[in-house]
């Protein structure tokens, strides 16, 4: 993560109050925020207050059938809106689209690795997913790994896995899957590195809009929060992240679509490949845009437009149906 030389910031305010998941990725994450800005900003208080989302208690349930619009959100944005904090850290993949009233993204730090990865059970070591036998279960609880995956290895079987990435790993250990899908950056930042058997090329599987990268929300107009943010900010990330946040929101998808992006930004022309596959993965509807960097956004919804000429929508009408049923 990288960040750049502090603005000139009223102090003020003697405490600044972080809102935080209880996860320990989450906890890892803004902490480096906390760090980052109190060492910008010495003469400035940093207090982290921790809090259980709807998406870290429901655990027994996919994630897909009990919805997406701020699972893991919620609860911190509406602390923002009391006044009871003043912004909060999200891994970017978790922020709708789409934010309450009276709140933005106020900043997008320098992105990590936004690949996904294959981490698997001792026993697979000398195993890819592409040699893994017949009816291995593989764990995933995101509709867009799942629907990749099954279009790329029929052959393999794929099964729910809910709860933190601690959690996870030990299913895994246990014997309970083969092996599991997880983002190569929550184990990088975790220090769990060791862990990652394989690393899905984009042409397995394009990665969630903002994986890798934090995205800080706050009060919008908060002038005094967004120049304390400012010091975080990563410009070409924040192209990045953008275009692919304006192409999922522009075909109104979140964790119930099997919508996955990639983004390469090479000096100042931004390229956009983006894909919307069925359920079962046996349709995929793929295409790329290009152009400058400073028409990200529109970017990002030029390409949505382009999949649905192309057959999208009608993939997407199906599993609106699907889960309203």
């Not at 982290?48 to 059938?65: N, Y």
């Not at 764990?139 to 867009?144: D, E």
Request: glycine residues 8%; aromatic residues 2%.
């Amino acid at each position: 993560m990288q960040s750049t030389a502090s603005p000139t910031v009223s102090t003020s305010r003697r405490t600044v109050r972080i809102v935080s998941r209880k996860s320990q990725l989450a906890l890892i994450q803004t902490h480096w925020v906390r760090d980052e800005l109190q060492r910008h900003f010495p003469d400035l208080a940093f207090e982290i207050v921790t809090m259980e989302t709807q998406g870290d208690k429901v655990l027994d349930v996919s994630l897909s059938k009990i919805g997406d619009k701020g699972l893991f959100t919620q609860e911190l944005e509406d602390t923002m809106l009391r006044g009871d904090s003043d912004f909060a850290v999200h891994s970017l993949k978790d922020l709708p689209t789409r934010l309450p009233e009276g709140l933005m993204l106020g900043c997008v730090t320098h992105r990590e690795d936004p690949a996904d990865a294959l981490v698997v059970h001792e026993k697979n070591k000398d195993k890819t997913l592409a040699t893994l036998p017949e009816g291995a279960v593989i764990g995933t609880s995101s509709l867009r790994r799942l629907a990749q995956l099954r279009h790329h290895y029929p052959h393999l079987t794929f099964k729910d896995i809910r709860g933190n990435l601690n959690t996870r790993l030990r299913k895994l250990d246990e014997g309970g899957y083969d092996g599991i899908i997880l983002a190569v950056a929550g184990l990088q930042r975790m220090d769990m590195g060791d862990r990652i058997h394989e690393i899905l090329p984009a042409e397995i599987s394009l990665h969630a809009v903002g994986q890798g990268a934090l995205g800080i929300e706050c009060r919008t107009g908060d002038e005094e929060i967004l120049k304390l943010l400012s010091v975080l900010s990563h410009e070409p990330t924040t192209a990045r992240c953008l275009a692919e946040r304006a192409f999922l929101r522009e075909l109104e998808g979140g964790c119930q679509v099997p919508i996955g992006v990639n983004t390469d930004l090479v000096g100042d022309t931004l390229t956009l490949t983006g894909l919307v596959a069925s359920l079962d993965g046996q349709r995929v509807i793929k295409n790329v845009v290009q152009g400058p960097a400073a028409e990200a956004e529109a970017l990002g919804e030029q390409l949505a437009q382009h999949l649905r000429a192309e057959g999208a929508q009608a993939i997407l009408d199906e599993i609106n149906a699907t889960n309203r049923s």
